[in-house]
């Protein structure tokens, strides 16, 4: 697994492929379904659902419901909806987001998920660690890992072609 | 000062009429409502956005059907629901409407949803709220006397822009008791916000407010003429109470000029959608056949008023 650190967007993805690939080949009875957290997750999930040539639908969730900064910053300006066209109960999932921070999100976007059904099991895939976390959340997969001090940011892009890259902010 | 219902942030800390919203906070809370009708299919029909928040349901007039909805949508937001009937307790003993806020405030409330028989008391009762308790609580009318039923006007929208899609090529008709109808003028409003065209009133003239013109609708007494080509039909409840006045002769009169049958609305686009605010007077306002017919999305009305002010819930919370 490539635990470099890069900003090469591409590679830290293909790293990424690479290690579910691996781990979905050591245990080929896996049926495995893979929700991206919105927004930089599901386009990394829907790339991942493709280039795996995955068999169950590709699910989309939003963390915004379960936020625990609600209070101070509100629901977001554009909410997406989640999306999730498989039953929950009893799934083996694997979650997807692109930056793994403070873990926040993926708290979040766990309870959201549990509002669902009962997963029996729940894996998650990063495209990127940069670092900072405030909860006891680690990635099982993890694309690259790259510390950044609190007051920076990575953002995610995604070109038209479907390419992606990483900027600090 | 500015706006009542907007803090000095300029989000909206209080929905009481949709009448100077801006354009653009009327479509974010109807992109917020679609997010939440899902909501109610989830295996566990709740999220925690409203979560140790107290909302009030301050009933000063009956209402089953709007207390019922933002009951529900409070509790699948996760707040905590009182509901008040103020009409037979506090202010049949002489209390005053502010004396009962002043109290209920005491026990922390965060949201007060009033209903009340006289126009403007929501604004009463929101700038007393900004006196004594800042800009830390909320209040969404309900419906106020002649004057306003804003999350009905949003749940219309939000119904309408389900099955048009786009507001900008419409044409809407709204039919009956234009005079004493909240509900007819908070539509108006949202509709002519989010740029409808042509939005027409249907009455007999003593149903009818004068100067309803400059609101910028089209008036029609003839209820044939002003349903030709219409995408949308919007009914209103005839109050029988009404009828003892001079208003109106009877309610037989009123359905055979007023009343929205088959033939009627078959003067309407094919397509046309026909909504009303409920409760219905079948045979009044509105024939069973249409009703209950395919044209018809008024129990639709119904469920997106539970997203719509789950909506305006959790915008309102976040505004401090």
């Given at each position: 697994?490539?635990?470099?650190?890069?900003?090469?967007?591409?590679?830290?993805?293909?790293?990424?492929?690479?290690?579910?690939?691996?781990?979905?080949?050591?245990?080929?009875?896996?049926?495995p379904c893979i929700i991206g957290i919105h927004s930089g997750g599901a386009w990394i999930a829907q790339r991942l659902h493709r280039d795996l040539a995955l068999s169950a639908p590709l699910g989309t969730?939003?963390?915004?419901?379960?936020?625990?900064?609600?209070?101070?910053?509100?629901l977001p300006a554009e909410m997406k909806s989640t999306d999730l066209p498989f039953e929950i109960k009893g799934a083996d999932i694997i979650l997807v987001d692109d930056i793994l921070f403070t873990g926040r999100t993926v708290r979040a976007a766990l309870n959201e998920l549990f509002d669902y059904g009962r997963p029996a099991r729940v894996e998650l895939a990063v495209l990127l660690d940069r670092g900072g976390r405030e909860l006891p959340i680690e990635a099982r997969y993890c694309g690259a890992v790259h510390p950044l001090s609190p007051g920076e940011n990575f953002v995610l892009s995604r070109t038209a072609d479907g390419r992606f890259a990483l900027e600090i902010e | 000062m500015g706006h009542p219902q907007l803090n000095a942030n300029g989000e909206l800390q209080h929905l009481l009429t949709i009448e100077g919203l801006p354009?653009?906070?009327?479509?974010?809370?109807?992109?917020?409502?679609?997010?939440?009708?899902?909501?109610?299919?989830?295996?566990?029909?709740?999220?925690?956005?409203?979560?140790?928040?107290?909302?009030?349901?301050?009933?000063?007039?009956?209402?089953?059907?709007?207390?019922?909805?933002?009951e529900i949508a409070a509790k699948r937001l996760?707040?905590?629901?009182?509901?008040?009937?103020?009409?037979?307790?506090?202010?049949?003993?002489?209390?005053?409407?502010?004396?009962?806020?002043?109290?209920?405030?005491?026990?922390?409330?965060?949201?007060?949803?009033?209903?009340?028989?006289?126009s403007g008391a929501p604004f009463l009762i929101a700038e007393h709220l900004n006196r004594i308790r800042g800009p830390h609580v909320h209040v969404i009318n309900a419906g106020d006397g002649r004057h306003a039923h804003p999350t009905q006007g949003l749940l219309?929208?939000?119904?309408?822009?389900?099955?048009?899609?786009?507001?900008?090529?419409?044409?809407?008709?709204?039919?009956?008791?234009?005079?004493?109808?909240?509900?007819?003028?908070?539509?108006?409003?949202?509709?002519?916000?989010?740029?409808?065209?042509?939005v027409r009133?249907?009455?007999?003239?003593?149903?009818?407010?004068?100067?309803?013109?400059?609101m910028g609708v089209r008036v029609f007494t003839d209820m044939r003429e002003g349903l030709r080509d219409v995408d949308v039909v919007m009914m209103l409840r005839l109050q029988n109470e009404r009828m003892r006045g001079a208003l109106l002769p009877s309610a037989q009169e009123f359905f055979k000029h007023y009343g929205l049958t088959q033939d009627k609305l078959a003067l309407a686009k094919p397509d046309a959608i026909v909504m009303h605010p409920g409760p219905m007077n079948r045979g009044v306002e509105i024939d069973s056949a249409v009703a209950d017919g395919t044209q018809a999305v008024i129990l639709e009305q119904v469920t997106f008023g539970i997203a719509v002010r789950m909506a305006v819930m959790s915008i309102l919370a976040a505004a401090n």
């Amino acid at each position: 697994m490539n635990k470099k650190p890069s900003l090469d967007a591409e590679s830290a993805y293909a790293a990424l492929r690479d290690a579910v690939s691996a781990a979905l080949a050591a245990e080929p009875a896996r049926k495995p379904c893979i929700i991206g957290i919105h927004s930089g997750g599901a386009w990394i999930a829907q790339r991942l659902h493709r280039d795996l040539a995955l068999s169950a639908p590709l699910g989309t969730l939003s963390s915004a419901f379960h936020r625990d900064d609600y209070g101070r910053r509100g629901l977001p300006a554009e909410m997406k909806s989640t999306d999730l066209p498989f039953e929950i109960k009893g799934a083996d999932i694997i979650l997807v987001d692109d930056i793994l921070f403070t873990g926040r999100t993926v708290r979040a976007a766990l309870n959201e998920l549990f509002d669902y059904g009962r997963p029996a099991r729940v894996e998650l895939a990063v495209l990127l660690d940069r670092g900072g976390r405030e909860l006891p959340i680690e990635a099982r997969y993890c694309g690259a890992v790259h510390p950044l001090s609190p007051g920076e940011n990575f953002v995610l892009s995604r070109t038209a072609d479907g390419r992606f890259a990483l900027e600090i902010e | 000062m500015g706006h009542p219902q907007l803090n000095a942030n300029g989000e909206l800390q209080h929905l009481l009429t949709i009448e100077g919203l801006p354009r653009t906070m009327v479509e974010h809370i109807l992109d917020t409502a679609a997010s939440f009708v899902g909501v109610s299919d989830r295996e566990v029909k709740k999220v925690p956005l409203l979560r140790g928040k107290s909302v009030f349901n301050l009933f000063f007039e009956s209402s089953t059907r709007t207390r019922t909805t933002f009951e529900i949508a409070a509790k699948r937001l996760s707040a905590d629901v009182l509901n008040l009937n103020i009409g037979t307790s506090s202010t049949s003993k002489g209390e005053s409407l502010l004396d009962t806020i002043d109290n209920l405030s005491a026990m922390h409330a965060d949201m007060f949803v009033v209903r009340h028989a006289s126009s403007g008391a929501p604004f009463l009762i929101a700038e007393h709220l900004n006196r004594i308790r800042g800009p830390h609580v909320h209040v969404i009318n309900a419906g106020d006397g002649r004057h306003a039923h804003p999350t009905q006007g949003l749940l219309d929208m939000y119904t309408i822009r389900h099955h048009k899609k786009d507001f900008a090529q419409l044409r809407v008709a709204i039919v009956g008791d234009i005079l004493h109808s909240r509900v007819a003028r908070s539509d108006i409003h949202a509709l002519t916000t989010l740029g409808v065209p042509e939005v027409r009133v249907i009455a007999p003239y003593t149903l009818l407010p004068s100067g309803i013109e400059q609101m910028g609708v089209r008036v029609f007494t003839d209820m044939r003429e002003g349903l030709r080509d219409v995408d949308v039909v919007m009914m209103l409840r005839l109050q029988n109470e009404r009828m003892r006045g001079a208003l109106l002769p009877s309610a037989q009169e009123f359905f055979k000029h007023y009343g929205l049958t088959q033939d009627k609305l078959a003067l309407a686009k094919p397509d046309a959608i026909v909504m009303h605010p409920g409760p219905m007077n079948r045979g009044v306002e509105i024939d069973s056949a249409v009703a209950d017919g395919t044209q018809a999305v008024i129990l639709e009305q119904v469920t997106f008023g539970i997203a719509v002010r789950m909506a305006v819930m959790s915008i309102l919370a976040a505004a401090n």
